[in-house]
């Protein structure tokens, strides 16, 4: 088996098991502030005793390997081929490893061949630089919290949301509210304004490869993710929806360009079992680091 | 307050249960997402060996692995959203006799009727928790329709013990869900 190969596999069991320390901060966070003997801080102690288990057992923290998403940062020379064909093979592995469920079917027959291989799956999204380094970034995305992702074209005269930052700020709430619990929250949201409707939902995915805690280096942006991270948990919906202080972890919101003809606000959700990992590759495929 | 439920659960036993109570599920239960729904309501037969009258249905599909000695070892098992059931749910509750039916997200106003006619109830367990939950799994009995639906949408029997759910639909009517959509709809007009 090549390095690279198992390099992909240890970054697959690590996503798969391991929360990142950013998320687990904030859902500690979230656990001190539930009220005791209510069913929300009930729910955060369970999630909290998962991520444990999950780690020293070396299982995935959630049975939904959801979708696979790979972003690669790589040198111009990488062969992007042979890394798809790798990368691929290590799902093929992880998959009979029981880090990853057999989770990838056919949308025609139904048919489920147990390899978690196929058209568009796993998605890679590789990205060149000119730096001489290679990284990857692996993001398992649940089903659930995927289904409550939504998509806005604005102005929506229902929600009285106009073309500008205050009009994606009712949007994103609307989407906060729609979702309830169902997208196994405590969640973090991904949000993209601009773009078309493929490339919005693509940028709003990006945004889960943000640190929890940094700041939105656009101070616009920034005053919308705090905004709308305070105002969601005080909508009281709470963890798995059951009521409760901390109904969102996170908010990160990018902007790509748009067609004067089209504002497209963009939502991804993502559950708790937010599974994000990375690392830097050698040349030989070697991790050389994690960079979370 | 925390009350047990081991299956076969009689409606009295049920009809005590209120929302918002937690509960430690042990015993015998079936595994059964969307394609065992739609098989059923489409006029499928239950195969020989699963009956779930009297007892407890889970929307999940698990990791399920044989270990060096042939036997099926749960490595991860929490609940899948139970919405997409929404179609079929009250009708085969109420076909095969089911009285709680274990899953994640709630369901609307067709399962919560059913509910309330049967005799039954959605238990909420906690979403992506498949750890904690698969711990509770303490022996997979059987596992039927696996070669027709592919692993995680098989039947699969299990017995579990303390199987931590809360009651969010109960038998009489009323649906954590809904209050709590209607008051977190409040809260948002007065934010917008």
Redesign the interface.
């Known amino acids: 088996m090549s390095r690279l190969r198992e390099s992909l596999i240890e970054l697959i069991r690590r996503t798969s098991a391991e929360i990142p320390d950013d998320v687990q901060t904030a859902i500690l966070r979230g656990l001190e502030q539930e009220k005791e003997g209510t069913i929300a801080k009930s729910a955060l102690e369970i999630i909290e005793r998962n991520i444990g288990l999950a780690k020293s057992k070396s299982q995935p923290i959630c049975q939904d390997t959801g979708s696979i998403l790979f972003y690669i940062d790589c040198p111009v020379g990488l062969n992007q081929i042979e890394f798809g064909r790798e990368a691929r093979e290590a799902v093929k592995e992880a998959t009979k490893l029981g880090y990853l469920r057999q989770n990838s079917v056919d949308s025609i027959t139904g048919k489920n061949d147990g390899t978690n291989l196929g058209p568009g799956a796993p998605s890679l999204h590789f990205h060149q630089h000119t730096s001489e380094d290679t990284s990857v970034r692996l993001v398992l995305k649940g089903g659930g919290c995927e289904n409550v992702g939504a998509q806005f074209s604005l102005p929506n005269t229902k929600l009285d949301a106009n073309r500008d930052l205050d009009g994606c700020r009712k949007v994103i709430l609307e989407a906060v509210h729609q979702a309830q619990g169902r997208g196994c929250g405590p969640g973090v949201l991904g949000v993209c304004i601009g773009g078309d409707r493929a490339s919005g939902y693509e940028f709003s995915k990006r945004e889960f490869l943000r640190d929890l805690d940094d700041r939105n280096p656009d101070p616009k942006l920034d005053e919308l993710e705090q905004d709308i991270l305070k105002t969601a948990n005080e909508l009281g919906i709470g963890p798995m929806g059951f009521g409760g202080k901390t109904t969102l972890l996170g908010v990160k919101i990018g902007a790509a360009n748009r067609v004067p003809a089209s504002y497209f606000v963009s939502v991804s959700y993502m559950c708790w079992a937010f599974r994000r990992d990375g690392a830097t590759l050698a040349n030989d495929g070697e991790i050389t680091g994690w960079l979370y | 307050m925390t009350h047990s439920l081991s299956s076969p659960i009689s409606e009295e036993a049920i009809r005590e249960l209120k929302v918002?109570d937690?509960v430690l599920i042990s015993g015998t239960v079936f595994t059964g997402r969307d394609?065992v729904h739609k098989y059923l309501h489409d006029g499928g037969e239950l195969p020989d060996g699963v009956n779930l009258d009297g007892g407890i249905l889970y929307h999940?599909?698990?990791?399920v692995?044989k270990d060096d000695n042939g036997e099926w070892k749960v490595?991860?098992?929490?609940p899948?959203?139970s919405?997409r059931e929404e179609p079929y749910q009250g009708d085969i509750m109420k076909q095969f006799g089911i009285r709680g039916v274990i899953g994640?997200?709630?369901m609307a106003d067709k399962t919560l009727t059913a509910c309330k006619e049967h005799g039954a109830v959605y238990l909420?367990a906690?979403?992506?928790?498949?750890?904690?939950l698969?711990?509770c799994i303490i022996r997979v009995r059987n596992v039927y329709m696996l070669d027709e639906f592919?692993?995680?949408?098989a039947i699969w029997e299990f017995e579990v013990r303390d199987f931590?759910a809360?009651v969010?639909m109960d038998s009489h009517g009323e649906s954590?869900?809904k209050d709590?959509?209607a008051?977190?709809?409040d809260?948002?007009a007065q934010?917008?």
Do not use: D, M
Request: overall charge positive; hydrophobic content about 35%.
């Open positions: 918002g937690q394609a999940c599909g698990p990791v692995l490595t991860a098992a929490g899948t959203t919405i994640k997200g709630g909420h906690i979403g992506g928790a498949a750890q904690v698969a711990e592919g692993s995680p949408e931590p809360v969010t954590l869900h709590i959509f008051r977190s709809e809260a948002l934010r917008r």
